[in-house]
């Protein structure tokens, strides 16, 4: 089994925003989207150049801030 652990930190997100965030990082591990290209899929904020919506299951929210 593979664990994958991703810390974000933020004021406010998007509805999937994290999901999508972490899909996409998944896809940068298997090659598929170099460090590169994560970068220019993060600075387009173009949702369609990102890698798919990683799935709610195994997702864990820590806790909010105020």
Same mark, same amino acid.
């Given at each position: 089994? #593979?664990? #994958?652990?991703?810390?974000?930190? %933020? !004021?406010? &997100? $998007?509805?999937?925003?994290?999901?999508? $965030?972490?899909? !996409?990082?998944?896809?940068? %591990?298997?090659? =598929? &989207?170099?460090?590169?290209?994560?970068?220019?899929? $993060?600075?387009?904020?173009? =949702?369609?150049?990102? %890698?798919? +919506?990683?799935?709610?299951? %195994? $997702? +864990?929210?820590?806790?909010?801030?105020?």
């Amino acid at each position: 089994m #593979i664990e #994958i652990i991703i810390e974000v930190h %933020g !004021t406010a &997100f $998007l509805r999937k925003r994290v999901r999508i $965030l972490a899909g !996409t990082l998944v896809y940068a %591990g298997r090659r =598929r &989207f170099s460090a590169a290209d994560v970068s220019a899929i $993060l600075a387009s904020r173009d =949702r369609r150049r990102a %890698g798919p +919506t990683a799935p709610a299951h %195994g $997702l +864990t929210w820590v806790r909010v801030d105020d």
